[in-house]
């Protein structure tokens, strides 16, 4: 079973637009952990917002917002005021069994990721 | 600040021979990963350790082998490579607690022909 999804292979935004990139995951443990990761072309994975599974308010790193849903299972990361160098592809990544004893204790899933266009 | 460092950037290997690509790290993590990612696509757990001398298999184990001796240093090994194995590989580390960030190293390019 995929761990996480992330449903949108591509999206495109106009500059200056909000983007929500979706991104669900499954997992029965109850300490975990939600990742977003932005890939440039140049391949580098850079990190850009964590949620954690008992965090009661959402993330959020300057533009960047992730909307959690705990009961959805969904964890859609908000890009808010899109900028030409947020071309790029997003990950999604879940880290399970965050406390010793997890079954998939320290395990680390990424998603399929999307491809994010923004248009001048 | 050296973070994860991975070697080598690029190889071509050939079908049937076996190389093994370092990881290291020099921030004490006791967490580490190696994950492949063929073009376009997600990033597949290879395999992951969460201590010196502690490995656990990750979705697509097959055709690899790690070992942890130290906490620094994460080696993956190929053996008897196949041209299924074209990919780029990403060494990644961590603190074993909630939230902290995840460091990547900047990936190693190898194409089996």
């Known amino acids: 079973a995929q761990k996480i999804t992330q449903t949108q292979p591509g999206m495109f935004v106009q500059e200056k637009e909000a983007v929500t990139l979706d991104c669900t995951y499954d997992t029965s443990d109850q300490s975990y952990g939600l990742f977003w990761y932005k890939q440039p072309s140049s391949g580098e994975m850079i990190f850009l917002i964590y949620q954690g599974s008992y965090d009661e308010q959402n993330a959020t790193e300057g533009r960047y917002s992730l909307n959690f849903q705990k009961a959805r299972k969904s964890a859609n990361l908000v890009i808010s005021a899109s900028q030409l160098g947020d071309s790029a592809m997003y990950f999604c990544?879940?880290?399970?069994?965050?406390?010793?004893?997890?079954?998939?204790?320290?395990?680390?899933?990424f998603g399929q990721g999307t491809i994010l266009t923004v248009h001048p | 600040n050296a973070g994860v460092t991975q070697t080598p950037k690029f190889r071509i290997l050939k079908i049937g021979q076996s190389m093994t690509l370092q990881c290291t790290q020099d921030?004490?993590?006791?967490?580490m990963y190696w994950y492949r990612q063929d073009p376009g696509m997600g990033l597949k757990l290879i395999y992951y350790s969460v201590g010196a001398g502690i490995t656990d298999k990750g979705e697509v184990p097959n055709g690899y082998n790690v070992s942890r001796s130290t906490t620094e240093d994460f080696p993956l090994r190929l053996e008897l490579a196949a041209p299924s194995q074209t990919s780029v590989y990403f060494c990644a580390s961590s603190y074993m607690r909630a939230g902290h960030t995840i460091y990547f190293g900047e990936g190693s390019w190898l194409t089996v022909v």
């Open positions: 921030m004490n993590h006791n967490y």
């Open positions: 990544a879940m880290r399970e069994g965050l406390r010793a004893g997890g079954t998939s204790y320290g395990k680390l899933t």
